[in-house]
C-alpha cells in the first residue's frame, strides 16, 4: 500500500492560522478526488476538505470560508490552509483519497491543537 504523510501542525491560539502539507504518490491528483480529513477526540474521522482533477473544491460548513484546500502537483504536495482557527478545530488531521482506496493507506496524520 502507499501512504501519505502529513505535516504541519502545532499548538496555535484561536484565531491564528496553520498550513498543513500532505505528501502524496505521483499523479495521484489525475485520478482521484483527493482531501483533507479530521478525527477530533471520541469521534469518527471526517472530511473537511475535497479538491478534484480538475481543482473544484468542498468544503465542511463548519470550516467554509476559513480553510482553503489547494495543491502543489510538480511537487507532489496538497495542503490546508487553517485560517481564524477555533477551539473546535483541534484534531488529528489527515489526507487521503475521496472515497478512499485499499491501495492508499492511512497516514499518520498531523495533530493540531487551538487552546487559548
Request: net charge negative; proline share 6%; hydrophobic share 30%.
Amino acid at each position: 500500500q502507499e501512504r501519505f504523510v502529513e505535516s504541519g501542525g502545532g499548538l496555535v491560539q484561536p484565531g491564528e492560522s496553520l498550513t498543513l502539507s500532505c505528501t502524496v504518490p505521483p499523479h495521484i491528483f489525475e485520478l482521484h478526488d483527493m482531501a483533507w480529513y479530521r478525527q477530533i477526540r471520541g469521534k469518527e474521522r471526517e472530511p473537511v476538505a475535497t479538491i478534484g482533477p480538475m481543482r473544484h473544491t468542498n468544503y465542511a460548513e463548519s470550516v467554509k470560508g476559513r480553510f482553503t484546500i489547494y495543491d502543489d502537483r510538480n511537487k507532489n504536495e496538497m495542503y490546508l490552509e487553517m485560517d481564524r482557527l477555533k477551539l473546535e478545530d483541534t484534531a488529528v488531521y489527515y489526507c487521503n483519497t475521496m472515497p478512499t482506496t485499499p491501495r492508499y493507506s492511512w497516514g499518520q496524520g498531523t495533530q493540531v491543537t487551538v487552546s487559548s
